[in-house]
């Protein structure tokens, strides 16, 4: 079985929902992970406004202070699930609670070899 990342991104509509709302929306989001059961490999949300983009410049190697939340989409968390092929993973995404907040993107992982 191959194994699909879910990225997660926000399209800011997180911004501004009560404590009460967010609490809501954290339960919906693990009614959804308990209903995959073992096909979740791993799963978290990324902390806001945290992180560094690296770039090459030359031979150089420079680290900015990023991803800036003030772009139209931001990768806010993922999910790694095991499926058997991208129809299968797009139908397990089908009830995910993020489509209220932004997209999905799905991308299968390249096989590792093993020597």
């Known amino acids: ?50 992180g560094r983009v690296l770039r090459r ?10 991803p800036y939340t003030e772009t139209k989409e931001i990768v806010g968390g993922y999910f790694l699930i095991e499926a058997d092929s991208y129809d299968h993973a797009i139908e397990l995404s089908r009830d995910c609670p993020h489509f209220d907040f932004g997209t999905i993107e799905i991308r299968e992982l390249q096989p590792t070899p093993t020597a």
Do not use: H
């Open 57 to 66: 410049d030359g031979g150089k190697t420079v680290v900015m202070d990023g």
């Open 1 to 50: 079985m191959a194994k699909y990342m879910l990225l997660l991104r926000d399209n800011g509509s997180f911004a501004g929902i009560s404590p009460e709302e967010i609490q809501r929306v954290i339960a919906r989001y693990s009614a959804w992970r308990q209903s995959l059961g073992t096909r979740i490999v791993s799963a978290s949300k990324l902390r806001d406004s945290d």
